[in-house]
């Protein structure tokens, strides 16, 4: 099965709502990073309201390939408005066994059994 991979770049004020959309539409998995280099801490600057989102966010969402797009873009321009979507790209997401893809690339995950358990790509020795 083929996937489509929508990046839009929106404001922060409509973040929530264009996540909620897109699951909605059935994305199988979002993402929401900094579309600049804008830097956002934990708390509020000296009384000043903070937001949780990037002015300029990226928002990145994996959607079925038989999934008519032209619906979901017109759909998050009503939702959040033009001058709230700033961009968006499309890129075609090629269907391949990306477990086997990832063992060949980092080899096998082991369980590391230490006082910081985790999972390692290799035994760290």
Request: proline share 2%; glycine share 4%; net charge negative.
């Amino acid at each position: 099965m083929a996937w489509l991979r929508l990046t839009l770049i929106t404001t922060a004020e409509v973040v929530d709502a264009v996540v909620a959309l897109l699951e909605r539409f059935s994305a199988e998995a979002i993402s929401v990073s900094a579309a600049s280099d804008e830097v956002i801490f934990a708390e509020g600057m000296a009384g000043r309201e903070q937001s949780r989102y990037w002015q300029q966010s990226q928002i990145s969402a994996l959607l079925d390939a038989e999934l008519a797009l032209d619906i979901v873009i017109a759909s998050l321009r009503n939702l959040a408005g033009e001058e709230n979507l700033l961009q968006h790209h499309i890129d075609i997401v090629p269907d391949k066994d990306w477990l086997a893809a990832s063992r060949s690339a980092h080899g096998a995950l082991v369980v590391c059994a230490s006082a910081r358990a985790g999972i390692c790509p290799r035994p760290l020795i």
